[in-house]
């Protein structure tokens, strides 16, 4: 992609003092600088991707003396990547100072306090090379937030071993963190020239804010271990923790939490077997807490700076939720460790068991209450999965090593209850939905039977049939979850060479391509570039295609017809390196020196028809799943490099 | 070593009190309900709040848009698909601008049942200002429930504040036609009351002539053509507002023009208006001006230029122009309006050659440079009537009205080849109906 770069600067000081044999100080100091030149609006209609793809072709970019061109519909692409700034620095440091105190040999205080300070300053100019600079004499912004993040932490320790058999460790300990976060943001456009791309040159400041926000946490923890030979494992988990996002009422949340291992090769009876090398059997149970939810949720509150006419303005922004709570998801865990042929082959399989009470959800209200919905415990929901992991080093010599590991995951999810049992629908450009009974995100919407032959339209499943196409007829079409997912990967090394190869796949999952909404279209007067396949589209009575006519009634509809098959096989990694012969190096006082070429995504195998299937353009929300709108795709590096050690 | 052990222990208690440290402020922009309006400063911020509420994009952009996009006036030639729908006059429940409108007129609502809900508890407000303020909350709600009736039908009433999300309080049904303009109404005159001769504001808060010129505008639409000519003339003579020579100047983003009777806004230091860049052929153009509304302005009808644009045959509405700060206003009614109300009310309470309807109607056409109609061109009712229609598409294009003028005088069906009656009527977004289980809370026929 034209117009992207990034450069990195970090440092890193530990001190550790040994004040006497009791008291130990110990300073960690870490500090990091980057800067990061992006191109404006990923994700957006504004950005590069999005008019590349959508501008028609007959729109060119520069004209005879070499000035950018913009015409129709979309911007140039080329103008916006390569003349606009968008620079994001970054600083982050992070600072500890800790000491443990060993009151008894047995027994040992710790406490640590230390702050996370990072710092994001964006700065943005649209000059007016650009479509939208130029309708504003230029467009520049700056913005700042600030997170700092105070810690600390006290743990009492308690260790003993008794009869080289029995090994207790018993501890207790409070943590506390308060994270307080800081922005402000400004906009001004009308520039006197291109080359004054700071706010401070503006003519006009459209906006400028800033606010900030504060959240803590505060835990109440122990933890009880015990280990006979090393063959039996038993550890008990307590903990209370308290957020001041969860209502004063519920504000503390009890965690309890145990597990048991068990090392069944040390047994007696398994000494007489000579199959497995190793093997280990793993039960769990534990409970565990999710407050993320916005803050101060709980609260009725007005919000501000809905102003009018140069006059301040408040708004009631929020209605009260005394009731929230915790969302608690209750863990069940059985796994098996097993090693083979001498320690050459290891196999690890776990099965779980999860389930989410109280989740924590935005429940949308009706419209007519004035609010668009408020933070509730609305339901259950349950995970159930298998995880299967094998290693094996095939083999093992001093001059070659060579070994393959794989593993395969299935998750399967599925909403129990929702409150009143209300599914919440139409979430995002994808139509995501939330539904009891279904997994999460689930793609809820009209189903394309396909293309009528005789009209060229694209026919849907009446559900009710009540020969009309109406929103009571969506049904659930798809599901972003995969069927499972893994990978598979290699390393062998012969002679100073390594090669390395890393892959990943996905099974199962549907994806809903947005951009082929836009098109595929193929609506008339629309100003969409329009993708190959309409080539195919129907033309006349009995041409039998999936491709729709041009104008067609359900062409620019959120349907089936826009969801693929998402699965795919993609080679994430390969690496080759060569390490020089120590004999050789020695001699110009070097310890190592290695040389390598390495490709990410160098192949991906899919039948989805977009740019990549492993992306979504909503980053990590777990409602908002598998929809590609005209996301960036991962992309394709290599990289060559080497390794110089003195 | 002693002291040593005894911090430990300290420390070790300290945290253990820890608990308020977990009362945070709420975030910094934010301020707890029971505190916000507790005197004279908070009531002022929280009307401003109201207002502010009517900047919705859905309510100076979308509703605008619609209201000229599912008539003859603009078509839909852009990206937005549910513009499209629109546009052919059979959008989904689940139209994103079928349910932002929906959504943002009842957002006002309640910001404005929040204050008229708390007007008698707050500390030095005097009775005027306290009258005035229950005015323009009822003003506002009025235009609020006016808007939603005319697109959606009858709609569910809500007179009071929502406090919280329990079923009793969320669930609520649909009220009639006819029992949603009653409540405007009543609104509306209780108003008028509380603002008898208070006379005229800055026309850009809801002032008295604003309230009369809405009771003429609701008249016009129940048909009660005496009321109607009554408030609409009350507008025209006792307020000193003229038809202004310059008709482009109505459209100034940065001077109010003395035709304005009451506007939304914007300046450029606050939220933004983008129109101009959904409708102008030099922004993003998503709806585009119709050949037909090109047509229908003569050559010298200074009219022509400032509301339909021609880019090479792009045509496009012409009247919000702000691209570069995005302050155009929304104009919700001006005094050309009331002309053209008292010439069809005049008209609707009988035909007569010599009535004062030609002369409200040739005001405005005189304004245009447009030669008066006479009563040989306009020769009955039924031709004075056209004739005034006509002139209300090219006076009033882009301003909210043309769908809700070709509805009200039954002219859509035929006008925009619309076959089934049941289109008429916008559906109840899905959402409301997916969240709100009242059993009145029924979806509109064909949706």
């Known amino acids: 992609m034209i117009g992207t770069d990034y450069r990195r600067y970090s440092g890193r000081l530990n001190l550790d003092h040994k004040v006497n044999d009791r008291l130990n100080i110990d300073t960690r100091l870490s500090i990091s600088f980057s800067e990061n030149n992006r191109v404006p609006g990923d994700q957006s209609i504004n950005g590069v991707l999005p008019n590349a793809i959508s501008k028609p072709p007959i729109h060119p970019i520069y004209d005879e003396n070499g000035n950018f061109v913009e015409q129709g519909f979309w911007d140039n692409p080329v103008a916006n990547g390569t003349e606009a700034d968008n620079v994001a620095q970054s600083f982050r440091t992070l600072f500890n100072v800790g000491w443990d105190y060993r009151i008894a040999d047995n027994l040992k205080f710790r406490n640590q306090v230390g702050v996370d300070y990072s710092h994001l300053m964006e700065r943005r100019y649209e000059p007016t090379t650009t479509r939208r600079g130029a309708q504003s004499g230029g467009i520049g912004i700056n913005a700042n937030s600030r997170v700092t993040k105070f810690i600390q932490n006290s743990t009492l320790e308690y260790n003993k071993y008794i009869n080289d058999q029995h090994d207790i460790t018993a501890l207790v300990g409070s943590s506390f963190e308060l994270i307080s976060d800081r922005f402000d943001f400004m906009r001004g456009n009308n520039f006197p020239s291109n080359d004054l791309r700071y706010v401070a040159s503006a003519g006009n400041i459209e906006t400028a804010s800033a606010s900030g926000s504060e959240y803590a946490i505060n835990s109440y923890f122990g933890r009880f271990m015990y280990s006979f030979e090393d063959k039996y494992i038993l550890t008990f988990n307590l903990r209370a923790d308290g957020s001041s996002n969860i209502a004063p009422d519920n504000r503390y949340q009890l965690l309890p939490g145990v597990s048991v291992g068990w090392r069944l090769i040390e047994e007696g009876f ?10 280990k059997l793993r039960l769990g149970y534990g409970k565990l807490g999710n407050d993320k939810i916005g803050r101060g949720r709980f609260l009725a509150l007005y919000g501000s700076g809905n102003n009018y006419f140069g006059s301040p303005g408040i708004i009631p922004s929020q209605i009260p939720n005394p009731n929230l709570k915790w969302e608690v998801t209750t863990n069940y865990n059985a796994g098996l460790d097993m090693a083979f042929l001498g320690g050459k082959i290891n196999f690890t399989t776990d099965a779980y068991y999860n389930i989410t009470t109280d989740l924590l959800q935005f429940r949308p209200l009706p419209g007519t209450s004035g609010y668009a919905g408020y933070d509730e415990n609305i339901g259950e929901m349950e995970n159930r999965g298998l995880e299967f992991a094998l290693k094996a080093n095939i083999i093992s010599s001093d001059d070659l090593q060579w070994s393959v590991s794989g593993n395969l995951s299935m998750n399967r999810n599925k909403i129990l209850s929702l409150y009143n049992g209300q599914p919440i629908t139409n979430i995002g450009r994808g139509s995501n939905a939330v539904i009891e009974g279904e997994p999460l995100g689930v793609f809820y919407m009209f189903e394309s039977l396909g293309v009528d032959p005789s009209t060229g339209e694209l026919v849907m499943d009446d559900v009710n049939s009540d020969g009309d196409i109406t929103d009571a007829d969506r049904q659930l079409v798809g599901d972003p979850n995969p069927d499972f997912t893994g990978g598979i990967s290699t390393n062998l090394n012969v002679k100073g060479f390594d090669l390395s190869i890393v892959s990943q796949f996905s099974y199962g999952n549907d994806i809903f391509n947005g951009t082929r909404q836009y098109t595929e279209n ?8 329009q993708s190959t396949r309409i080539m195919r589209r129907w033309r006349e009575p009995g041409d039998l295609t999936n491709v729709p006519k041009i104008n067609g009634r359900f062409n620019n509809e959120i349907t089936s017809h826009y969801i693929e098959d998402g699965s795919f096989f993609r080679l994430r990694n390969i690496t080759l390196g060569y390490t020089l012969p120590t004999d050789f190096i020695s001699k110009y006082k070097l310890t190592k020196v290695r040389v390598y070429a390495s490709a990410q995504n160098l192949l991906t195998l899919t039948a989805y028809s977009g740019m990549d299937p492993d992306v979504n353009y909503s980053g990590s929300d777990a409602t908002r799943k598998g929809t590609d709108f005209f996301t960036f795709p991962v992309p394709r590096m290599y990289t060559a490099g080497i390794n110089i050690s003195f | 070593m002693k002291n040593l052990t005894n911090i430990v222990i300290y ?30 400063r908070g009531l002022d911020a929280a009307i401003n709040g109201v207002y502010d509420g009517m900047q919705s994009g859905a309510i100076v952009l979308d509703y605008l848009v619609i209201s000229d996009l599912a008539a003859d006036n603009l078509e839909a030639v852009g990206s937005k698909i ?5 546009n052919n006059n059979d959008p989904f429940s689940t139209n994103i601008y079928v349910e932002a409108v929906w959504n943002a007129h009842y957002d006002v609502i309640n910001r404005a049942n929040n204050i008229l809900g708390n007007i008698g508890t707050i500390e030095g407000v005097s009775e005027a200002e306290a009258n005035r303020a229950e005015a323009e909350m009822r003003t506002i709600r009025a235009i609020c429930y006016f808007n939603l009736v005319r697109m ?19 669930f609520i049904g649909r009220a009639s036609e006819t029992d949603t303009y009653a409540f405007i109404q009543n609104d509306l005159e209780v108003s008028e009351n509380l603002l008898e001769a208070a006379g005229r504001g800055n026309s850009v808060r809801i002032d008295e002539p604003t309230v009369k010129a809405l009771l003429a505008r609701l008249h016009l639409y129940r048909q009660n053509w005496t009321d109607a000519e009554a408030y609409a003339k009350s507008v025209i003579n006792e307020f000193g507002y003229e038809l202004v020579e310059d008709y482009s100047s109505i459209f100034d983003e940065t001077n109010i023009s003395n035709e304005i009777i009451f506007q939304i806004d914007f300046l450029n230091d606050d939220d933004v208006n983008t129109i101009a860049r959904w409708l102008l052929a030099s922004g993003r153009y998503e709806a585009a001006a119709t ?25 496009f509405c012409n009247k919000y122009t702000g691209l570069q700060n995005d302050v155009d206003n929304l104009i919700v009614t001006r005094l050309s309006e009331m002309y053209l109300i008292a010439a069809e009310a005049i008209n609707e309470q009988g035909y007569d050659a010599n009535s004062e309807a030609f002369d409200f109607l040739n005001e405005v056409r005189d304004r245009a440079e447009l030669s008066g109609i006479t009563n040989l061109e306009a020769t009955d009712q039924a031709s004075l009537r056209e004739e005034i229609a006509l002139e209300r598409r090219k006076e009033l294009a882009f301003e909210g009205h043309r769908w809700h003028d070709l509805v009200r005088t039954n002219q859509a069906q035929t006008e925009l080849e619309i076959d089934n009656p049941n289109k008429l009527l916008f559906p109840i977004p899905q959402s409301e109906i997916d969240t709100n289980k009242h059993p009145e809370m029924t979806q509109n026929d064909d949706y």
Not at chain 1, 270 to 279: E, K, R, V
Not at chain 2, 21 to 33: K, N, S, Y
Not at chain 2, 291 to 312: F, H, K, M, P, W
Request: aromatic share 10%; hydrophobic share 40%.
């Open chain 1, 270 to 279: 398994m000494q007489s077997q000579s199959i497995f090398n190793d093997l």
């Open chain 2, 291 to 315: 050949e037909d509304v090109y047509n229908i302005y003569d050559n010298q009808d200074l009219r022509a230029a400032v509301s339909v644009g021609n880019a090479g045959g792009d045509f």
């Open chain 2, 11 to 40: 420390s070790f208690i300290i945290s253990l009190f820890s608990c308020e440290i977990l009362d945070v402020e709420p975030p910094f922009d934010r301020v707890l309900a029971e505190n916000a309006i507790s005197d004279k």
């Open chain 1, 522 to 529: 193929m609506t008339l007067g629309s100003n969409d570039n």
């Open chain 2, 82 to 86: 549910d513009y499209i729908t629109i």
């Open chain 2, 152 to 170: 959606y039908g009858g709609v569910p009433l809500r007179e009071t504040a929502v406090s919280g999300a329990s079923e009793q309080e969320i």
